[in-house]
């Protein structure tokens, strides 16, 4: 009979497996390439965990996930025509995979005896690890470093699961409402455009000053522009001549 950490870690795989293999496949890489970024994916992330807690990787007490991450090739393989009408699935699956390998994570660190907030960096690690790996094998940008809400979505519910364990809730309840509120949070963030800002660099902060400047100059030229304005040499142009008047003045005195 399988415990309940077992059939989340069991789901989690698949869908990881299958978020993996989905970026592999539209990278082209080939049948072991793609066997790789899915394992990796799917346990990449819970084998650094268990390393950290000071237990073997759960993957080594079964052969049932390599056989999982097999399945999941053949079955992006064998729906491939539908994965690429349906452009959310490897959100979906990344997600899901997301929320279960946080619950996994809490679970065996509250287990071991480790307070909340190793747990709570555990559930994050178990989760975000895995898709972190990926993305290195794929050669692109890590996911959790820019654009989106990814690990901060499973502090968000580890948090969650700390506030209700305080009040005196089930661990199951506690459970099924961390992997909700990270399912959530990402969903959210991405429908919504949540992100963190990006930090500047000292070449940002250089075209910044470079900016402030020529704008201060642009003002300087704009004002003596306006000293300058050529209404004010036309009435200067239109003024009388005073000096002529006193010289007809005084030659009129002279012939008389």
């Known amino acids: 009979m399988l415990s309940f950490v077992e059939i989340i870690e ?26 790789v970024v899915g394992f990796a994916t799917a346990c990449g992330g819970g084998t650094i965990r268990d390393l950290l807690l000071g237990v073997p990787a759960f993957w080594l007490a079964s052969p049932l996930y390599i056989t999982l991450t097999l399945l999941s090739v053949l079955w992006v393989r064998l729906f491939s025509r539908l994965l690429v009408h349906l452009n959310n699935t490897f ?29 709570i960096g555990m559930g994050c690690l178990g989760g975000a690890a895995g898709g972190v790996i990926r993305d290195v094998l794929i050669n692109e940008i890590p996911l959790i470093f820019h654009k989106e809400i990814y690990a901060i979505a499973c502090i968000n519910g580890g948090l969650v699961w700390w506030g209700l364990s305080y009040f005196g809730l089930p661990v199951g309840v506690c459970e099924l409402v961390c992997g909700i509120t990270v399912f959530a949070t990402r969903v959210l963030a991405v429908k919504y455009q949540w992100c963190l800002s990006i930090l500047p660099n000292h070449e940002d902060i250089g075209d910044e000053i470079l900016l402030t400047r020529g704008k201060k ?37 002279e012939e008389n």
């Open 10 to 35: 069991i789901l989690g795989t698949i869908a990881f497996a299958i978020s993996g293999i989905r970026l592999a496949s539209a990278k082209r890489f080939d049948w072991f390439g793609a066997i």
């Open 91 to 119: 959100f979906f699956f990344d997600t899901l995979g997301l929320a279960l390998f946080t619950i996994v994570g809490m679970e065996k660190s509250l287990d071991m005896g480790y307070p909340f907030w190793v747990a």
């Open 217 to 253: 100059r642009k003002g300087i030229k704009s004002q003596s522009k306006d000293l300058n304005h050529p209404d004010l040499d036309a009435s200067t142009d239109e003024m009388p001549d005073v000096s002529t008047d006193v010289e007809s003045d005084a030659k009129k005195e």
